[in-house]
C-alpha cells in the first residue's frame, strides 16, 4: 500500500522559508519519480519541482532560483525547500510519486499525498 504524507506546511511572511517534507512508504522509493505540486481555489493544480529516479530536477520558471527539490533515498523522503517566499506561493502543497519517468500531467501521478497548505503573507 503505497501512502505519501506531507508536513512542514504554516503561515510565513514574504521572505520567509519554509520546508516542506514527504514520507514515502509501501513502494521501491529509488525508482520513483516524486514531485511537488500546489493548487488554491482559483488556479488549477501546478507542477513546482519534480526530481527523476536518476536524479534530475525540473522546477517551474516561478519557483527558479528560490526553490530546491531533494529526496533521501535511505530515509524515502522527499523535501522541497522554499526560499523567498512570496504571496503567490501560496496554496496545497501535495506530493505525488509515480514508477518511471515523470509524467507531463498531473492526473498521470499515480500516488498523491493529502496535502500540507502553506500561506505566504
Known amino acids: 500500500h503505497v501512502q505519501l504524507v506531507e508536513s512542514g506546511g504554516g503561515s510565513v511572511q514574504a521572505g520567509g522559508s519554509l520546508r516542506l517534507s514527504c514520507a514515502a512508504s509501501g513502494y521501491t522509493y529509488s525508482g520513483y519519480c516524486m514531485a511537488w505540486f500546489r493548487q488554491t481555489p482559483e488556479r488549477e493544480r501546478e507542477g513546482v519541482a519534480d526530481v527523476e529516479a536518476n536524479g534530475r530536477t525540473n522546477y517551474a520558471d516561478s519557483v527558479k532560483g528560490r526553490f530546491t527539490i531533494s529526496k533521501d533515498n535511505a530515509k524515502n523522503t522527499l523535501s522541497l525547500q522554499m526560499n523567498s517566499l512570496k504571496p503567490e506561493d501560496t496554496g496545497m502543497y501535495y506530493c505525488?510519486?509515480?514508477?518511471?519517468?515523470?509524467?507531463?500531467?498531473?492526473?498521470?501521478?499515480?500516488?498523491w499525498g493529502q496535502g500540507t497548505q502553506v500561506t505566504v503573507s
Open positions: 505525488a510519486a509515480d514508477p518511471g519517468n515523470c509524467p507531463h500531467r498531473p492526473a498521470w501521478y499515480s500516488y
